[in-house]
């Protein structure tokens, strides 16, 4: 049986799952050059470290909760945060690009008297 504190440690260490697979696939998505590389390092090099981690965290540590069998524990444990954690980074890069490419590099009122765009 869960108790309270054992599934408030179990939703960390999704969060640190999720947050440990953004940051994995937006590094590798700043030094790898190629346009699919990314997602195959990504889901071999993220799966390796989420299974590592889970071995830690629920071996080790002895920490969550008895998800049953181990189809089910990795899916929850692996797949879920790796999904989670590439979509933040694909789909929170392209705001964030999205968000900067309309201001101008330059001061405003600069900008709009230099091109006579008043």
């Not at 030094?31 to 989420?50: A, E, H, K, M, P």
């Not at 979509?87 to 999205?98: K, L, M, N, P, Q």
Request: aromatic share 8%.
């Amino acid at each position: 049986m869960a108790t309270i504190l054992n599934s408030l440690l179990f939703i960390c260490v999704l969060g640190l799952h999720t947050l440990v697979a953004a940051v994995l696939t937006r590094f590798l998505r700043i030094r790898l050059r190629t346009q699919w590389g990314y997602l195959f390092y990504t889901t071999l090099v993220g799966t390796v470290t989420l299974f590592i981690t889970t071995l830690i965290f629920s071996g080790v540590l002895n920490i969550g909760i008895n998800l049953g069998d181990a189809v089910t524990a990795a899916i929850i444990m692996i797949a879920l945060p790796l999904g989670l954690g590439v979509a933040i980074a694909v789909f929170g890069c392209v705001a964030s690009i999205r968000v900067t490419r309309l201001v101008p590099a330059e001061n405003s009122l600069s900008y709009c008297a230099s091109t006579n765009l008043r």
